[in-house]
């Protein structure tokens, strides 16, 4: 049907009327005291959400720009920089690495398999003459549903001494990412994931020790230049216009979110993971992350039996539920549930009893009809 | 009056009620066919307002950034380009240059002043072994009202070799930007100006000269690569998230710009240009721009016996009306009214109304009452 699109995909996540209300808004001057209410509000929720201190300054772009700002912004041409990759955005930020002549050294699982922590450790007690200046971490590998152990990984970086930069696009908002205590000098996101907002807004936190790297950092930036962000965001400004109706967007999501609680908010995330989980077990439908790494945001699942796309595409057809397919080499063989963001229980029972209804469509019988559902229904009835 | 405001400023501009309701829908995924066909529309129209075939890309990014993009790809460390600077934005993209490493050879004359494009023609003759690799010029410059001689100065640098490279910002939408007819190479803009959408998505329209300078363009970029954006155009997508609601507007605004017409847009600007300068002249206050060279899109006032941030205080306050102020040395004495885009003659008469109270509240007297107004609609009645 028309106009019954329902997104369970990593992004963009569905966006509640409330804030869509609010971007519906006329656009007001961005260099009016109105507007700078607006920035500093804005700022202070996302300090909130980022359980930080630190600055958390706002780009027009995407989570990919804010990243690669995150990147740049802290180191020379030359430097050694070790990068996390068992998936498509470990990949990319490795890719990022390599297109400014850093000196890139990847630290790779298969897609799939989370990072090991250790492997970590090993290289950076190795690194004695301390030539590694950053780590760059993707907490939540949304093209593969794992996450991974940056808390862990952190502390080895913290006792190294080189910098930890994260891309959280897929785990802020939706599991406790307490900036501070991890001691994370980069965090990168983008709004249209745990937000709950739509993209075009990208957001970067820089520890003290990042900004103390900035000073000799010499890789070339001008819109990216985090410096004129943090300048400018201590005057509740930006560098450049900013993406207004965007920042009213934020503005409305962040309220909704505070009045939701940060516990709350990771509670109904792990919910979501255990009953999308119990349900595509109790479906016999392989997961591609095992338990202990799947993301609180999306759920990767390998069928076997039953072709990915096929699923996809009756979900959507028949159901207007939109799920992600495989990227790179995945495509075909997995689809993904994305349950991040605006999504309730409901949204989860929805989606699984469409999912059992397009298996049955497509012939696929390794299952007893109405396990899926009975397994989320009792995760989310046990919580 | 709250949710009275009216802006009168060059950005963000007046954003139609249809386009504001389209933002307003819930985004769909990016990587569906449903959204690769609003890429295609956006993209074609783009095409026609820009009148060229070349190809014209989609940034989640500010003007700045679409900008950058424009200046980086298509040139390598130590390369050397000439850059005409007239205003905050012209110093701006010289900032750009030499923030990458570049050799910025700045061709300036006073703020206020419209580029001289016999020197830059001199110049471009002079540089016989063709070290001059790029010529940036600002098109309008925003934070004066000037409208710079692009069509003059890019048959020079065509007959040299060069690539023109142009900030067409608040001039695209405003008035003919003919870049086929002109030989712009690199013409970029951001959708808060002559688009009616609000700020956050950047355009660049490139040629196939530029491309051609891309294939051994060195300097490093990754999210501002426009290689990636051109090889994902050509499939109608993007290669990072774009701003999906950004989308939506503008392809709505887009749709109202093909009803009105290209001869139409341009006439309507035209006729505020001149309505607005009748109206200051008539109230006795010094244009800021010559006549030759007002922007069509921004008419900057200097006025003396009364303070400029006053007249912009008393607009605000009493009749919610926002203007802009002066930049930089200009703070203060400038004050600047934005008429591009979603700016009607009723809403160029409404600001002059209300200037004409604002300077009778201020106690200035040189103008007889009603002298604005009279000029304003001679203009607007004879077109």
Known sequence: MDDKL???????TPVPEQVLSA??????????????????????????LHQTQNDVLILAASGTGAMEAGIINFLSPG????????????????????????????????WGKPLDPEAFRQRLESDTDKQIKAV????????????????????????HGALMMADTVTSLG??????????LDVVASGSQKGYMIPPGLGFVAVSAKAWEAYKTAKLPRYYLDLGKYRKSSAKDTTPFTPAIN????MQAALRMMKAEGLENIFARHERLRQAARAAVKALNMPLYAADECGSPAITAVMPNGVDAEQIR??????????????????KGKIFRIGHLGFVSDRDLLTAIAALEATLQ???????????GIAAAAKVISNS
Do not use: C
């Not at 329902?6 to 963009?12: F, H, Q, T």
């Not at 656009?27 to 909130?48: C, M, Y």
């Not at 965007?246 to 967007?249: D, E, R, S």
């Open 23 to 48: 971007m519906a808004k006329h656009p007001i001057g961005h260099r009016s005291g109105d507007f700078g209410k607006i920035v500093a509000e804005v700022t202070q929720n996302l300090k909130w």
């Open 174 to 183: 939706a599991t406790s990412v307490p900036v501070d205590e991890w001691s």
């Open 361 to 371: 469509e497509l012939g696929y019988d390794s299952f007893t009809p109405g396990a």
């Open 6 to 12: 329902m997104l369970m995909i990593p992004g963009p």
């Open 246 to 249: 965007l920042f009213y967007a």
């Open 136 to 159: 760059i971490v993707t907490h939540s590998e949304t093209s593969t549903g794992v996450i991974n152990d940056l808390k862990t990984i952190s502390s080895y970086v913290k006792a």
């Open 79 to 110: 430097d050694r920089v070790l990068v996390g990759t068992n998936g498509k955005f470990g990949e990319r930020w490795a890719e990022v690495t390599d297109a400014y002549g850093l000196q890139t050294e990847r630290l790779s699982v298969d």
């Open 313 to 330: 595409s009756v979900m959507r057809k028949r159901f207007d539920i939109a799920l992600a397919g495989g990227q790179d080499h995945l």
